[in-house]
């Protein structure tokens, strides 16, 4: 237990959300703001205990005035299994906590109005935590499910894309429906900013997925994948082609024919070890 409670020392509040407290004091609408910060602070524990239940390494737990980030210092090389669980684990809290607040409406610990708000604001931010956008828990959802299907790098290229998609009819829908709303437009920057950031990003990411699977730190393997390859290509051409749960067999050919066959740790070897950045991998069966 205590183990846990050191997850306590981790979260911290945007400084948005203290202007928002700050707000709700001057304005007299501190119960809302408490039971929006109540649910979040809940929805990131369960993405953080679950994480931590797994040894993964939580860097912070930030609270949003709209929502939180559980801040995860991991890079692609656990099991998709683990990573479906840890995203789950925080829009699953909002199912029991509907519950508590039914109960204690029934028992006439909560009226009428409160009851209602809470349920708005329970569903409110399970609902948007699921749009299909990074960095929100239905954008990693995403990202789970492309990794299934390609490589690390065009998993998170379509996550990227698929994520502006839908973030521009988000946008749209605000225009349409609730132009001057001032927290939408807000959760629209915020947004924006993620998808810039992850996108600016998106190599060094890709390159900490290599170095962290080179180090070993690739956990569960689901089936083996064999990359075919020309002797001519690029060593790091063909580790962009390594795929979350898979270990890679390379199979190296020459005019259209087999001429070696290489285990992946021998490319990330020669990449991170022995700085074969410009090489081709027909070098590596020439040495071997």
């Known amino acids: 237990m205590t183990k846990y409670l050191t997850l306590l020392q981790k979260v911290h509040i945007h400084p948005l959300l203290w202007v928002m407290i700050g707000i709700s004091v001057i304005t007299a609408s501190f119960k809302p703001l408490m039971m929006l910060m109540l649910i979040v602070f809940i929805h990131e524990m369960g993405h953080a205990i679950s994480a931590h239940f797994f040894s993964w390494r939580i860097k912070s737990i930030m609270l949003l005035p709209f929502g939180g980030v559980a801040e995860l210092d991991e890079h692609g090389n656990r099991s998709l299994k683990q990573e479906l669980i840890v995203v789950l684990a925080g829009p699953s809290q909002h199912v029991w906590l509907q519950g508590v607040a039914y109960v204690l409406y029934q028992m006439n610990f909560l009226n009428i109005a409160d009851y209602q708000m809470f349920t708005f604001y329970n569903l409110s931010i399970l609902l948007f935590n699921l749009l299909p956008i990074w960095p929100l828990d239905g954008g990693k959802l995403l990202f789970i ?3 299934h299907l390609w490589a690390y790098k065009k998993a998170h290229m379509y996550m990227l894309l ?5 973030l521009t009819v988000y946008l749209v829908f605000t225009l349409i429906i609730s132009p001057t709303h001032i927290n939408m437009w807000i ?5 924006l900013y993620s998808l810039y950031d992850e996108y600016k990003n998106r190599m060094y990411g890709c390159l900490r997925f290599l170095m962290e699977r080179y180090y070993g730190k690739q956990n569960t393997i689901h089936q083996l ?4 390859v020309d002797e001519s290509d690029l060593i790091y051409h063909v580790l962009l082609q390594f795929q979350r749960g898979c270990k ?22 020669a990449y991170f070890a022995n700085k074969l950045i410009d090489s081709r991998v027909g070098d590596l069966h020439y040495v071997y």
């Open 248 to 269: 890679h067999l390379i199979v190296v050919e020459k005019n259209g024919r087999k001429i070696a066959e290489m285990d992946e740790n021998e490319l990330l070897h």
């Open 187 to 191: 959760i629209i920057i915020f947004l």
């Open 162 to 166: 698929t994520s502006s998609f839908f």
């Open 145 to 147: 499910v492309f990794s």
């Open 225 to 228: 994948k064999p990359i075919v």
